[in-house]
């Protein structure tokens, strides 16, 4: 419903998902909040030919968002700002692989901008193998983290989670995702 803009907020990636391409690039970069609002206002240009407009964001493009925090924070309160593009907050969503400190840092934002967790597995064994950040945040610091979000800011949490076949998407998975979440 509507028109959804994937933004990016880094040149490369480090996070290294194995089902990603954006890790293919190194982070060479951070975006900055301006660069993040030019890639709202081109699709913006390209839409308004057809007399439309973007109606969503996501911050879910190449790059971890919450390793580029500040820029973040400040792109999104731009775009939502009724004297700027004027998004509305629950129309913007952040999507982070899961560093567990900035993940509380945001829920004391006060902000209504939703959150995804990028998840992709159930357990630590798993997560690792297609998450390097696992090893460094592995789930037993994210899900607390999360918890605690959810308290201070009182938001649901979006899980995302890719089915690989054969490696994330048996029965077994599927048991420790719901006793996970």
């Known amino acids: 419903y509507g028109n959804v803009a994937c933004v990016s907020s880094q040149v490369g990636c480090n996070m290294g998902c ?7 690039l190194k982070k060479k970069r951070d975006l900055l909040p301006e660069e993040m609002v030019g890639e709202v206002l081109v699709l913006n240009d390209l ?16 790059g971890e968002p919450f390793d580029n925090y500040d820029n973040v924070i400040d792109f999104v309160r ?16 952040v999507s982070t ?8 840092r945001y829920g004391k934002e006060g ?17 690792t193998k297609l998450m390097k950040i696992n090893k460094a945040h592995p789930l037993e610091e994210l899900i607390p983290a999360i918890k605690k979000y959810i ?15 054969g490696v994330n998407d048996s029965l077994e ?3 420790e995702l719901i006793e996970l979440i």
Do not use: W
């Not at 194995?18 to 293919?24: I, M, Q």
């Open 18 to 24: 194995s089902f990603c391409a954006s890790g293919l």
């Open 97 to 104: 692989c899961g560093i567990p400190s900035k993940i509380i």
């Open 151 to 165: 308290d201070l800011a009182g938001r649901r949490v979006t899980y995302e989670y890719i089915l690989i076949k």
């Open 47 to 62: 839409l308004e030919e057809e007399g439309q407009k973007v109606t969503h964001v996501v911050v879910m493009g190449t």
């Open 78 to 93: 731009i775009i939502n700002d009724q004297k700027a593009l004027a998004i509305g907050a629950r129309h913007i969503t």
């Open 173 to 175: 998975h599927a048991r």
């Open 111 to 127: 902000l209504q901008i939703n959150l995804a967790i990028s998840l992709h597995a159930p357990n630590n064994e798993l997560r």
